[in-house]
């Protein structure tokens, strides 16, 4: 039994930079298309140069691989109009986080206040630039992505001709919201559609399956499974692939972030077709991000097969999801 999948896409990936690049970008670009890059970096790609140098050095990464770097710019309320003009043909979107809520982000907003926000936001919205949310408050942990809602529901009714991608949704509050507000839209990651936070914490701590956010309840799980399993036309894959060396995950402080990008596509095929589903994976991991981001991406396709993976314990100094596991498909060829 054999899947085609046409030009998957990742549409939230952290490629990192140096070393870390040159181990996981090749392993994105083997299997997917393209990919949309986070920009927080130290220091974040915030200038045009920045931006232009980090796509060389993924491209000189990725080698001879057909992979686009969909690339994106780390929000600053001080963009004005005639800067996003200048920079709009090489950004997909700009991506947007609270100050400190995640890895790299010390140099985010302070203040999700809308008129602190408002000029870049007009800018942004008048030029057709897609803002990109990582969507929490700093309330507690489990509330976090509940209680940004409200802030997501007045962006969409302030700015209804600005694009806005809810990025890895994690909780059913936020499904509710793709159908309340025609200008919403998300991605959603591997591992919160396998993951609970029991799964996590729940017995012996997994570190390796930490992340920001954080995994939810069994009930916030299903409402991810529906939209993602049905190909909800505003969700798309985004893997939210977050490596990090062993050393800064099994440590005190252990860093957030669960990194799936080489076994993405293989575990997807396997929890669609343990649903029934797989005849909705095609517009899951790429028809959907085409038509949200009107985008065209490099013709490629895989081909997966129903047979036995062995997920390796590591690559480099990196653990992925279900090392040492075996998953129910492998890539049998990309063309």
């Not at 008048?126 to 529901?153: C, Q, W």
């Not at 509050?173 to 914490?201: C, Q």
């Amino acid at each position: 039994m054999t899947l085609t999948i046409n030009s998957p896409l990742d549409m939230h990936l952290h490629v990192r930079d140096n070393d870390m690049l040159k181990t996981v970008a090749p392993l994105s670009a083997k299997s997917f298309a393209g990919a949309v890059i986070m920009p927080n970096l130290v220091p974040p790609v915030v200038s045009l140069e920045s931006l232009l140098d980090y796509r060389k050095r993924i491209f000189d990464a990725v080698g001879d691989e057909k992979f686009t770097p969909y690339m994106t710019l780390f929000f600053k309320n001080s963009y004005n109009y005639e800067f996003l003009q200048k920079v709009k043909e090489h950004i997909i979107g700009i991506k947007l986080y609270p100050s400190g809520i995640t890895t790299n982000s010390q140099d985010g907003v302070k203040s999700m206040d809308i008129e602190e926000l408002r000029d870049t936001l007009e800018a942004m919205s008048e030029l057709n630039i897609p803002l990109l949310v990582h969507g929490e408050s700093d309330g507690f942990v489990m509330d976090r992505e509940k209680e940004f809602g409200e802030t997501y529901a007045k962006l969409a009714t302030e700015f209804p001709n600005l694009k806005i991608i809810m990025e890895h949704i994690t909780t059913k509050e936020s499904v509710s919201l793709l159908d309340k507000f025609d200008n919403l839209f998300a991605t959603i990651t591997l591992h919160h559609l396998y993951i609970t936070l029991d799964d996590v914490a729940g017995g012996m701590l997994k570190p390796h399956l930490f992340c920001k956010p954080i995994a939810k309840r069994p009930q916030d799980r299903e409402a991810l499974l529906n939209v993602a399993l049905n190909a909800h036309s505003k969700v798309m894959f985004g893997s939210d692939s977050a490596p990090h060396p062993v050393s800064a995950k099994e440590s005190c402080g252990c860093a957030a972030g669960v990194f799936t990008a080489p076994i993405a596509l293989q575990a997807l095929a396997q929890l669609f077709e343990k649903h029934s589903k797989l005849d909705n994976l095609q517009k899951f991991v790429s028809d959907n991000a085409v038509n949200i981001y009107s985008i065209n991406p490099p013709v490629k396709k895989v081909v997966l097969e129903k047979e036995s993976f062995l997920v390796p314990d590591s690559y480099a100094d990196v653990i992925p999801m279900f090392a040492s596991s075996s998953l129910e498909w492998r890539i049998k060829s990309v063309v």
